[in-house]
């Protein structure tokens, strides 16, 4: 059995383990993905991290429509829309949702988890600019999110605590990073779709795990020659790629694509960057998780993002760019109409700018406008 | 000059008109305003305002001059500043302070809505023409932020210097400044906060809020001083809160004066006399205050004779704010039997004082925003309406939605569920777009407004009210 297969057996039955958990005492502690919650907090409280990030339905987004206007960013509907199904055991588990308030979608999502009274929630506050207020305002937010964990979970946030759960996770962001950049090359086995289940899977599963499937993976790959692939080199970013939104990276695998880096609001701004472990363990991850992150699409100015794209195209030889935007996260709408020209001048490299609401009646016209992408590229 | 009768109609002086002639030849050439335009504002000046009253007519003309100023700006030698909608911590009328007679700084997307929107109706161009270049349409962005981009590539108002930006509240108002920033290359200052307090926290506020956005001004205002070349200095600070404070009492007083049943005005006239205070300079500042004062008497003679535009025990209502774009809307809902004596942006003016638990300007400024409740939460947003509900003994909610305002999304569903649940009282959500009447139907909404009129008729005959009405 190879790492995937055996991640996948992991996968379906962490459900059951998470209940056998939480019935022995332990908090589960849910939280809205994007990179800005620091899970070793939660590690460091004997709790377990779950990041919500489902999405890709349409039902979920139908259903929210009784919570929320429609003009808020797709998945953040759906967050409320999965909850309020039930059955899917990461919402139906959480003893406390923790929500890093960034900008107007988000924060309407938690208000409307918070009116609707949907289970506790935390919020704290990420500023929009990297100065020294903001990063002390962020480093406020995340120790009031330290008090808040050890109250639920009974157990305190010690500097040892905190120092052993930073290395855990700087040892799966560091194999993270290795695959990451193994893809530069042509030649390897895994594809993009592989690459991107990793990454939703460690918003799941136990660290420790994670770090055991990522290590035997990397020997998986080193041991494997494969013949180089052919195919344009796609470079994928946007808002989000939620879990069970696996249309694009389909389309452009399909399409004979190779997606071989995504920078979205999860994965590789979570794992682009170690934390410290020299100094004072929560000013290491404000450092971490607010100074130093890669910026989103919500920043002022948001040109750090856009700089570390074309690095990004750059470094990995990209022929294309798929901006993938959900509907209404304006941020990034906008910010689609000035990339395009801004990669093309810094790159000659064309982008692909689309947008989905989890609509089923979107993947006819997707696969037309991604297929045609790929064949331009190819010519 | 074809436009005199137009100009006169909205407050100015045969003498004002005849010594700016070369600034409003100049200004209707490059706004392509002519005759036939003169005409047809003239008409809707008449069929959509209250022309009886002197304070409107003169607040028209304000709004008139403002847009006057801002396309002559450049040629007349004056730096200019542009912020964005909504403004924050008062920095641009910090500014407009320190450059009296030579920094123009404004909201021009406001006036021009008003302007070209409102009075001229020629304002879908310039709307487009910033879907054309930055912000898509059927995307649910703002017209304000599209008038801007569109208005300055269609070359309707110049280029400016500076742009006062907000990284919080509006995520489109920033990314608009940055798109302009990144095409124009012109500088920006951007202002922060974090809005991330918790449900049921107003009218408390975090010390931690207060002060991250008081330093955000503070260091807002000396940053833009320094680009405009100018020394910041307290005093202006001083200049621009004693002429703002006279504007704020001055509508607190109308809000005061709408209490009466009836309530002796239609809204749609006092949006555009409340709105003065967010978009024009400085300079035209003092002419707001004079178009305030013309207007309170106005309004306390109609109370004493018992009149305004519906009869007495009309049911009332509040909103956000009517749509601006098109006065149709506001005389749709008065011709349903509904009266809208406050909306929730005038009535915010009660809740603008200043606090001395707070030390420096920038913290004050900073309270008084977030107390304000809009730019805090929308949990603040409904504390402020239930008070609005008790101030003016309203019958219902009728709440315009914005379609395209991010952080306004949630709040029709917010205060249909709390209103109701809580006080009782009927909410009806009218989904909308304040600044551009291309993306909602007329019809559609003049049936929800006929149907919510009756309802709320009906139970106002039956003696319900906002008090224990459950």
């Known amino acids: 059995m190879n790492a995937l297969e055996s991640l996948d057996i992991r996968l379906k039955n962490r459900a059951r383990e998470l209940d056998g958990l939480k019935a022995a005492g332990h908090k589960i502690i849910g939280y809205y993905p994007g990179g800005y919650v620091p899970e070793e907090i939660i590690l460091s409280c004997g709790a377990i991290p779950v990041g919500l990030h489902r999405g890709g339905e349409h039902e979920p987004v139908l259903i929210a429509g009784a919570y929320l206007p429609r003009w808020i960013d797709t998945f953040c509907r759906s967050q409320i829309g999965f909850k309020i199904l039930g059955g899917e055991p990461t919402y139906d588990l959480i003893d406390l949702f923790v929500v890093p308030v960034t900008d107007n979608n988000v924060r309407i999502m938690a208000d409307a988890w918070e009116l609707h009274h949907l289970g506790e929630i935390f919020k704290f506050g990420v500023p929009h600019r990297k100065t020294e207020r903001a990063f002390q305002y962020y480093l406020n937010g995340i120790k009031t999110l330290r008090e808040k964990i050890e109250n639920c979970s009974g157990q305190r946030a010690t500097e040892e605590n905190l120092d052993e759960a930073i290395a855990l996770c700087n040892r799966e962001r560091e194999l993270f990073r290795k695959i990451s950049l193994m893809r530069k090359s042509r030649s390897l086995s895994l594809t993009g779709k592989d690459f991107v289940r990793l990454l939703h899977a460690s918003l799941w599963v136990d660290k420790r795990v994670m770090v055991e499937t990522l290590e035997s993976l990397i020997r998986e790959i080193e041991s494997k020659e494969i013949q180089p692939r052919s195919g344009p080199r796609i470079l994928l970013t946007g808002s989000t790629l939620a879990y069970g939104d696996g249309k694009i990276i389909n389309l452009v695998e399909e399409a004979g694509g190779t997606a071989v880096i995504e920078h979205f609001a999860e994965g590789l701004r979570y794992y682009w960057d170690d934390v410290g472990l020299d100094g004072k363990p929560m000013e290491a991850l404000a450092e971490s998780y607010f100074q130093r992150r890669i910026t989103p699409a919500w920043f002022r100015p948001s040109r750090e993002m856009r700089d570390f794209l074309i690095k990004l195209a750059e470094e990995f030889s990209i022929d294309g760019v798929i901006w993938y935007s959900l509907m209404y996260r304006d941020s990034y709408t906008v910010q689609s109409t000035l990339f395009p020209k801004i990669l093309k001048d810094a790159t000659g490299l064309p982008t692909l700018v689309i947008e989905s609401d989890y609509d089923v009646g979107e993947v006819g016209p997707l696969r037309t406008r991604i297929e045609t992408f790929i064949e331009m590229i190819k010519g | ?470």
Not at chain 2, 72 to 82: F, P, R
Not at chain 2, 309 to 322: A, D
Not at chain 2, 359 to 370: F, M, R, V
Not at chain 2, 432 to 438: I, M
Request: charged share 25%; net charge negative; hydrophobic share 40%.
């Open chain 2, 1 to 470: 000059m074809y436009y005199a009768d137009l100009l006169k109609l909205c407050g100015w002086e045969e003498e004002q008109i005849a010594r700016e002639k070369p600034r409003l030849n100049e200004a209707f050439r490059i706004l392509g305003l002519g005759p036939d335009e003169m005409k047809i504002a003239e008409d809707r000046v008449k069929e959509g305002y209250d022309i009886d009253s002197m304070g409107v007519r003169k607040a028209l003309g304000v709004w008139i001059g403002g847009l006057v100023d801002v396309v002559l700006s450049k040629t007349e030698g004056k730096k200019i500043v542009y912020y964005s909608y909504p403004p924050l911590g008062g920095l641009g009328g910090r500014i407009s302070a320190m450059g009296k007679g030579e920094i123009l700084c404004v909201c021009p997307e406001f006036i021009i809505d008003i302007v070209l929107g409102a009075i001229f109706d020629t304002i879908d161009p310039i709307i487009e023409e910033g879907e054309d270049r930055a912000l898509p349409p059927g995307k649910a962005l703002c017209a304000l932020n599209k008038i801007r981009v569109g208005a300055i590539t269609k070359g309707i108002i110049p280029v400016p210097d500076l742009l006062l930006a907000s990284s919080y509240y509006c995520d489109q108002g920033g990314q608009t400044d940055e798109w302009l920033h990144e095409v124009y290359g012109v500088p920006w200052v951007v202002l922060d906060n974090v809005m991330d307090s918790v449900w049921d926290e107003f009218p408390n506020l975090t010390p931690e809020r207060v002060s991250y956005l008081a330093a955000e001004i503070e260091n807002g205002w000396i940053e833009a001083a320094e680009i405009l070349g100018r020394k910041p200095d307290e005093k202006h600070w001083g200049e621009y809160a004693g002429l703002y404070g006279r504007f704020v009492a001055g509508i607190a007083e109308i809000n005061s004066v709408m209490k009466a049943d009836p309530p002796p005005m239609s809204q749609s006239n006092l949006q555009l006399v409340r709105f003065l205070r967010n978009a024009t300079s400085y300079d035209r500042f003092p002419d707001a205050v004079e178009a305030i004062d013309t207007l309170i008497p106005e309004l306390a003679q109609r109370v004493k004779k018992g009149t305004g535009p519906l009869p007495k025990g009309s049911p009332r209502v509040t909103s956000f704010l009517i749509p601006q774009r098109d006065h149709i809307v506001a005389h749709l809902i008065e011709k349903a039997g509904i009266a809208i004596p406050v909306t929730f942006l005038s009535y915010d003016a009660y809740t603008g004082m200043l606090d001395s638990t707070y030390s420096t300007i920038a913290e004050k400024s900073a309270k008084t925003d977030l107390s304000r409740g809009l730019y805090h939460s929308t949990s603040a947003l409904l504390y402020w309406t239930k008070k609005a509900i008790e101030d003016f003994d309203l019958d219902g909610v009728l709440w315009s939605q914005p379609i395209h305002c991010r952080p306004m999304a949630s709040s029709g569903f917010v205060l249909k569920k709390a209103i109701e649940e809580e006080l009782g009282i009927p909410v009806l959500i009218l989904e909308v777009d304040w600044y551009d009447n291309r993306v909602f139907s007329g019809e559609s909404m003049k049936t929800k407004i006929e149907t919510f009129g009756y309802l709320l008729a009906l139970r106002k005959s039956k003696g319900g009210t906002n008090k224990g009405s459950k």
